[in-house]
Every structure is written in C-alpha cells, then in structure tokens.
T-cell receptor, first 116, second 107 residues
C-alpha cells in the first residue's frame, strides 16, 4: 500500500469517550502533520513531527494528544472532546523536514469526527 | 499575521468555458506557493509548487502562475471531472492555507 493511510474514516464519539486516530505513511517521508479542516475555514495546522520529534504545537487544547512512535506512524489521541471539535482531521507527510516545504504535502483521506 | 485569500468562493462553469481562480497572499516570507485539489470526502491532492514571481507550471488543463502578491490557477476548456475544491497555501516555516474555491463544471 502506498501514500498516506488514515483510520478510521469516520468516528462518532461522546464527550466522555477516549479514542485514537491513526495515520501511516509508506513514502519514506521525514515529516508528518495533523491538520483540522472545518467547514468554511482554512486548514488549521495542529501538530508537526520532524524526524519523530514534535516541532510544532499550534496552541492545541490538551484534549488532543499526538504520538509519533516512528517516522511512519502518527497518532492523535482524543479525550473529553467538545461538539465544536467535530471536523475532518487530516494527516499529511512531506519529504523534507518541517519548515522546508520545498514540495507539497501528501495528505491522507482524513477521519470525519463527530462529537455528540 | 500570514494571510491567504482565495476568490471566488464558488465558481460554476460550462464545460469548455475557461476561467481563472485567484489566490492573494500576505506572508512574512515565501518559500513556496502551493496549489491543491480536494474532492469531497478526500484529503487535498498536491498539484503545484511555485517559488518565485514569474514562474509558471502546467498540468493538463491547469496552469498556475505567480506574482509577488498573488497566484492564479487558470483552467482551460474544463471538463466535469475538474469539479473540485482548489486550495492555495503559502508560507515559509509554516504554511497558511486559504479557504478554497469550489469549482463546478457543468456538462
């Protein structure tokens, strides 16, 4: 399998639940990203991992917790979410390290999250 | 604060009717200007990177151009399969995205 794979594709969770989003890239890229996409809003950068080290936390609430165990896998752990957290969560990777976007990002298809 | 503004928000074209999408940017430093295509229910798909004013890149019916303040995505003789949301992004250390132009091409 090639590209960036995200699971699950859809997730409905209650405000007291704990769940995790998974992202896997098979491209040998060095940097991985979490973005949030809400209707009528631009993509919002959440976290950046560069060579497995977190290099960016864009003032994201602590109810979102990222984990990058190796350069191919990225997780987003969710707990005590709010209804306004409902959105499409996109994972992306790039060849260069974060901060050197010489080429474009490769995005996964996203996880559509609904918080009830 | 970095800002990327796309216009129009939505565009309806007849098949074969050429047009252009606009991306205006105000960023503290420009390492690259990026265009993506996003289909419903999918993540954005990378199209082009432009690095300096005057640069142009083409792919099938799409042509992207760059000036010091804006970029255009020209669509020549579009087909229904070109229907999608087109996203623009720009920046240096961090990339800022626009809200996109939703293009609908009618047969």
């Amino acid at each position: 399998e090639t590209g960036v794979t995200q699971t699950p594709r859809h997730l409905v969770m209650g405000m007291t639940n704990k769940k995790s989003l998974k992202c896997e890239q098979h491209l040998g890229h060095n940097a991985m990203y979490w973005y949030k996409q809400s209707a009528k809003k631009p993509l919002e950068l959440m976290f950046v991992y560069n060579f497995k080290e977190q290099t960016e936390n864009n003032s994201v609430p602590s109810r979102f917790s990222p984990e990058c165990p190796n350069s191919s896998h990225l997780f987003l752990h969710l707990h005590t979410l709010q209804p306004e957290d409902s959105a499409l969560y996109l994972c992306a990777s790039s060849q260069e390290g974060a901060g050197t976007p010489g080429g474009g990002y490769t995005f996964g298809s996203g996880t559509r999250l609904t918080v009830v | 604060e970095d800002q990327v503004t796309q216009s129009p928000e939505a565009l309806r074209l007849q098949e074969g009717e050429s047009s252009s999408l606009n991306c205006s940017y105000t960023v503290s430093g420009l390492r690259g200007l990026f265009w993506y295509r996003q289909d419903p229910g999918k993540g954005p798909e990378f199209l082009f990177t432009l690095y300096s004013a005057g640069e142009e890149k083409e792919k099938e019916r799409l042509k992207a151009t760059l000036t010091k303040k804006e970029s255009f995505l020209h669509i020549t003789a579009p087909k229904p399969e070109d229907s999608a949301t087109y996203l623009c992004a720009a920046g240096y250390q961090k990339v800022t995205f626009g809200t996109g132009t939703k293009l609908q091409v009618i047969p």
